[in-house]
């Protein structure tokens, strides 16, 4: 079977293999990642990507999303940053590699991190929250992505295929920064966990 690509429009009643299934897939957590699409509608085209049957269905999740970009390189550690902690990329996307955000840096207040048949590590601890609210959107497929909270972090998480080891609200500062993980994990886990401080 040849390929599926977007310039197929002749064929879209032809049958969807996996790796197609695979590379739309891939292609939405990237427009994820850019903003491109909101937390509801990632949701109902990653459901419609990974139950599509055909090349026609699948090419609807894309219809209005730019043609495919080579996927962006996954964030180096940043344990050696400079002291003036210059403020990372608001996201970062790990295509079989691992992803690791760690050490001293600056989390902007919307941070988006996707994992694609890899793994990573986000860890917080020595980091600095810009903001009162931090928003971090995680997106694991086929991949294993952890969370790493200091103590006296509020954190809320949402989303599928998460697991924490609890809201961590008792004994917090009434002003305590915020951090709310919204992860998405398909044959994987975003897992999130409180541990002290490095």
Avoid: C
């Avoid at 969807?16 to 891939?26: C, G, H, I, K």
């Avoid at 957590?29 to 055909?54: C, I, P, Y």
């Avoid at 050696?80 to 207040?109: I, S």
């Amino acid at each position: 079977m040849e390929p599926y690509h977007e310039a197929s429009p002749g064929r879209p009643s032809m049958r969807a293999s996996d790796q197609e299934r695979d590379e739309t897939v891939q292609r939405l957590q990237v427009a994820f990642a850019e903003g491109r699409l909101t937390d509801g509608e990632f949701d109902e085209r990653m459901r419609g990507a990974l139950s599509a049957r055909t090349h026609g269905e699948l090419a609807e999740l894309l219809v209005d999303l730019p043609a495919a970009t080579a996927p962006t390189a996954p964030a180096a550690s940043r344990s050696a940053a400079p002291a003036h902690l210059p403020k990372p990329g608001r996201y970062a996307v790990a295509y079989k590699n691992t992803l690791r955000q760690a050490g001293r840096w600056r989390v902007p207040g919307t941070y988006r991190a996707l994992v694609y048949k890899g793994g990573g590590v986000i860890d917080l601890r020595a980091a600095e929250l810009t903001e009162a609210l931090t928003t971090i959107l995680a997106v694991a497929y086929k991949s294993d992505l952890q969370l790493l909270v200091p103590p006296g972090v509020r954190v809320e998480a949402s989303g599928f295929g998460v697991t924490h080891d609890g809201d961590w609200t008792g004994d917090l500062a009434a002003d305590a920064p915020v951090v709310h993980i919204r992860g998405y994990a398909y044959k994987g886990r975003v897992d999130v966990r409180t541990m002290p401080r490095r």
